[in-house]
């Protein structure tokens, strides 16, 4: 089990869960709370930003080439 303490509102989390979630600098974090607990985990990239994100399995080189000249 890790601890850590809250001090005016705010946590250090410890560096095994930085570590476990993959969390780096400037990540974005969820709480989803559920009764009396609260799971942590990094928020997952939306592709909603990018119209064409569904489209990645036709994004290699191949694709590339053959498109090159459309």
């Known amino acids: ?3 850590s ?3 005016a509102g705010l946590t250090t989390i410890p560096a095994e869960v930085l570590e476990h979630l ?4 400037g990540d974005e974090i969820v ?3 559920t009764g ?3 799971r942590m985990a990094r ?4 592709t909603r ?3 064409f994100a569904i489209f ?11 498109y090159e000249r459309l």
């Open 1 to 3: 089990m890790l601890t």
């Open 5 to 7: 303490k809250l001090n």
């Open 22 to 25: 993959g969390l780096r600098e």
């Open 31 to 33: 709480y989803v709370i």
């Open 36 to 38: 009396d607990e609260v």
């Open 43 to 46: 928020r997952q990239p939306e």
């Open 49 to 51: 930003d990018d119209p």
């Open 56 to 66: 990645y399995e036709w994004n290699s080189e191949e694709d590339e080439k053959g």
